[in-house]
């Protein structure tokens, strides 16, 4: 099939499908309720093919076993710790089952074996340097054999073993200093690389990019941010990644294994003031872009050329209630910054799927601002519907533009495309976050509506293609919500309308004429994200 566009034959490029290679959760023990599994089972069916998720090792998983008891007294302490992995089991081979694969971060530290407890999160994650460091690589090496004999060295090795999460954020995810993390990346890395030296191993999974010296140092320094709270153009810094050199040099001096470089870079963030006071940073549209730029170059320079680039954490910000998350405005901004960045990195993984998600306990209400594509009761997001389309798209692009892109599958020769309108009038800024519903809303008023125009040749006459555009009026189930009055607990009557509204996309066919010349020309709202399918592919 020789396609050509606009009058003209096209030059064909991979199109990685970056945002499905992995996608975020939040702790292992959520993975283990029927309505996570429910919902995975849906993102899963999209080509979904790792998840990451903290909280392998918190104790409410009960794989480091230095206590036993029965519930009434204290608890005895065992001769020797023992490592159960019944529940962890459940959680991998689930994901197994639906054709996904765990991206393993490994942590955070038992309580037993934690030299600080019940660092963050209302579930009390235990972020710190290990008590004993021969039980900590104990633990590694006992958890790592036991997946190899359950599922098979060949697919382990498919594996990826990322070691800690954001251990750059003192004292919440790590209460330690950086060269206490590096020495926690030399046990783990050696220990794994012992059992088998094909096992993928990485890290050092910090967050985030900043255009100061806060993380130079062995600990946070939020002196050094002063001036980032105050600077009047954010965009005019040097943003720069967090600990990523100094990890690379730290390793190479070790000749130690770096498999991939992880870490995590939101458009949005905070600097402290002088005064202590939390300044929110919003970056530009294009943030996401050049940070990935920058990131592939360090790498690519550095000892380790090879090494895979995985960002381990991606959204529109890195709050689990910023209410832009419910909105069409993210699904045009991930879109977007999905289809930028596609050939960029290894992975992006999207923070994350579901709202099932208790970092700061169960969110307020069906609509709070959560990370999730899908809402606690399984609503859809305009998040859900964008990530559907780009995952419909095939491997080869045919025609790439600042607004969309058209694609052929190398397997199929089937033809598809993504458009989005990101308003002209945001003139280039990032969407933000907003504190409430009505607050986030204010976005919508932004244009204009943008004409998508192609002529796409070649095609068979009579195959009909199938148009789906998630905007404003159409999919957009957290503004049926605000007009049924914002409720707070949702009748079953409720829940059933506004996983209608969610997925009630404008929807309509168009048929290739005689000619083989198939004439697009549509009118996208402002946010708008619009799928092109050939019907039954």
């Not at 036991?146 to 073993?161: A, M």
């Not at 872009?289 to 895979?308: H, I």
Request: one cysteine or more; glycine letters at 8%.
């Amino acid at each position: 099939m020789n396609i050509w566009i606009d009058g003209r034959p096209c030059d064909e490029s991979a199109l990685p499908h970056v945002w499905s290679r992995c996608v975020g959760a939040g702790r292992a023990n959520e993975a283990l309720r029927a309505d996570w599994q429910r919902q995975f089972a849906e993102i899963a069916a999209l080509g979904v093919r790792y998840l990451r998720f903290h909280g392998v090792f918190h104790d409410d998983m009960f794989v480091y076993r230095a206590r036993y008891g029965g519930g009434f007294g204290p608890d005895a302490p065992l001769p020797a710790p023992v490592h159960t992995f019944s529940y962890v089991d459940k959680v991998f081979d689930f994901l197994l089952d639906h054709g996904v694969r765990p991206f393993v971060e490994l942590g955070f530290m038992p309580r037993d074996l934690a030299t600080q407890t019940e660092t963050v999160f209302w579930w009390g994650a235990h972020c710190s340097p290990p008590n004993d460091m021969e039980r900590w690589v104990e633990l590694v090496t006992r958890s790592v054999e036991h997946w190899i004999g359950r599922y098979g060295l060949d697919e382990v090795r498919q594996w990826r073993f990322e070691v800690w999460n954001e251990p750059n954020l003192v004292p919440h995810f790590w209460t330690g200093t950086k060269t206490e993390y590096f020495e926690l990346y030399e046990r783990t890395v050696r220990a794994i690389k012992a059992i088998d030296p094909e096992l993928k191993v990485g890290g050092p999974a910090t967050s985030v990019f900043v255009p100061d010296d806060r993380y130079k140092g062995e600990v946070e320094d939020r002196s050094a941010a002063f001036a980032t709270a105050a600077a009047e153009d954010v965009d005019a810094l040097d943003w720069r990644p967090v600990w990523i050199e100094d990890f690379i040099a730290w390793c190479a001096e070790r000749e130690l294994p770096v498999d991939f470089i992880s870490t995590h870079t939101y458009p949005t963030d905070f600097a402290y003031g002088a005064s202590g006071e939390a300044v929110q940073i919003t970056r530009y549209a294009d943030a996401t872009y050049d940070d990935l730029t920058l990131l592939r170059e360090l790498v690519r320079g550095s000892a380790y050329p090879d090494a895979e680039i995985h960002i381990t954490e991606w959204s529109t910000s890195p709050s689990a209630r910023d209410f832009i998350h419910d909105t069409p405005f993210a699904a045009a901004a991930i879109t977007r910054s999905f289809l930028q960045c596609a050939t960029l990195a290894d992975s992006i993984a999207y923070w994350t799927f579901t709202d099932v998600f208790e970092e700061g306990g169960a969110g307020i209400g069906p609509f709070h601002g959560g990370f999730g594509l899908v809402n606690e009761d399984g609503v859809h997001k305009p998040t859900f519907h964008a990530f559907a389309m780009l995952t419909r798209l095939g491997d080869r692009a045919l025609l790439t533009t600042p607004h969309g892109v058209v694609t052929r599958d190398s397997r199929t020769s089937a033809v598809s495309a993504v458009f989005f309108n990101y308003p002209e009038e945001m003139g280039g800024k990032g969407v933000g976050s907003a504190t409430s519903y009505a607050a986030a809303r204010s976005l919508a008023g932004v244009g204009p509506s943008r004409r998508i125009r192609h002529s796409i040749g070649g095609l068979e006459p009579g195959t009909t293609f199938l148009v789906e555009v998630v905007d404003w009026q159409h999919g957009n189930a957290a503004e049926a919500w605000y007009r049924l009055g914002s409720p707070l607990n949702l009748s079953r009557e409720q829940g059933a309308y506004l996983r209608g509204v969610a997925d009630s996309l404008l929807r309509y066919a168009l048929t290739v004429p005689a000619d083989g010349v198939l004439h697009l020309d549509v009118e996208l709202a402002p946010w708008a994200v619009m799928s092109l399918r050939q019907s039954g592919a």
